[in-house]
């Protein structure tokens, strides 16, 4: 099993910057690619961004692309999204998530996921 445990979350003005992390835990060389997912309230989970164990490799959603970073650091066992220029519509709840697939399969295929932080952006 991998523990996933998300944090940096919080309420920020449009415009502003944010760092979320996710911490991994246990059996974390079981794992390839991770990624970010969020969903907002009455909406279906999106995929955000992906990253492949070396870092080689990067996948960005449409409304991220540009201004979202994945990034990881595998001696820390952490993921990281960098979100600049945040819009009220970046508003969810950011999931992290470990896949045993490529970064672009773990687009669509995860096997662990973290409990999530809330990320919300005021107008």
């Known amino acids: 099993q991998v523990q996933l445990v998300e944090s940096g979350g919080g309420l920020v003005q449009a415009g502003d910057s944010l760092r979320l992390s996710c911490a991994a835990s246990?059996?974390?060389?079981?794992?390839?690619?991770m990624g970010w997912f969020r969903q907002a309230p009455g909406k279906e989970r999106e995929f955000v961004a992906t990253i492949s164990w070396n870092g080689d490799n990067t996948y960005y959603g449409d409304s991220t692309k540009g201004r979202f970073t994945i990034s990881r650091d595998n001696a820390k066992n952490t993921l990281y999204l960098q979100m600049n220029s945040l819009k009220p519509d970046d508003t969810a709840v950011y999931y992290c998530?470990?896949?045993?697939?490529?970064?672009?399969?773990?687009?669509?295929?995860?096997?662990?996921w973290g409990r999530g932080t809330q990320v919300t952006v005021s107008s």
């Open positions: 998530a470990a896949c045993l697939g490529t970064a672009f399969s773990c687009r669509s295929s995860q096997q662990y």
């Open positions: 246990g059996r974390t060389e079981s794992t390839n690619a």
